[in-house]
């Protein structure tokens, strides 16, 4: 894990488009969070829950959630990423959110990422676009990978 990218102003974090992110450290992804996912959204996909017939699935295993690797960027982000004396952030969106490879139960993952675009709001607010990569230990694809929207008020 290295120390996030921090940024104290609009004009820091302008300055900053094509800075490497991360990596964050590394979450193991067990069956007790895909099943609270699943509870919590309704998604009860044998796939993710059942762990029996998931040996005789695609994935010989059952896997995470989509979505729940996704939500997990929002858990990395501090990692990766700081607007020191910030006054608000707030979550703005994401864009090209995709899928490239399943996270099988006990598999071990992490973010890194890229601030691609910085657009200052007014006079004392930024809008960053940050690319962020879910990798998988040992894989050879991304779990998951999307451009996240911040704004920043300072």
Same mark, same amino acid.
Request: charged share 20%; proline share 7%.
């Given at each position: ?9 609009? @004009? ?7 800075? !490497? ?9 067990? %069956? ?6 699943? !509870? ?15 040996? %005789? ?6 896997? @995470? ?21 910030? !006054? ?22 992490? @973010? ?12 004392? @607010?930024? %809008? ?12 050879? !694809? ?13």
């Amino acid at each position: 894990m290295t120390a996030p990218f921090v940024f104290s102003s609009p @004009a820091e974090a302008v300055a900053a488009v094509g800075t !490497k992110l991360g990596p964050s450290g590394w979450l193991a992804v067990k %069956q007790d969070r895909i099943d609270l996912f699943a !509870k919590a959204t309704g998604d009860h996909q044998w796939i993710h829950v059942d762990p029996e017939r998931a040996k %005789q699935g695609p994935f010989g295993t059952t896997i @995470a959630h989509g979505y729940l690797t996704f939500s997990l960027i929002n858990m990395f982000l501090p990692e990766l990423i700081e607007a020191r004396g910030m !006054k608000m952030g707030v979550n703005y969106g994401a864009e090209k959110l995709r899928f490239p490879a399943p996270v099988p139960v006990g598999s071990r993952v992490r @973010a890194v990422g890229e601030l691609v675009r910085a657009e200052p709001i007014g006079e004392d @607010a930024v %809008q960053t676009t940050c690319r962020v990569a879910i990798e998988i230990e040992g894989g050879t !694809k991304p779990a998951c990978v999307a451009d996240i929207i911040g704004r920043y008020y300072f």
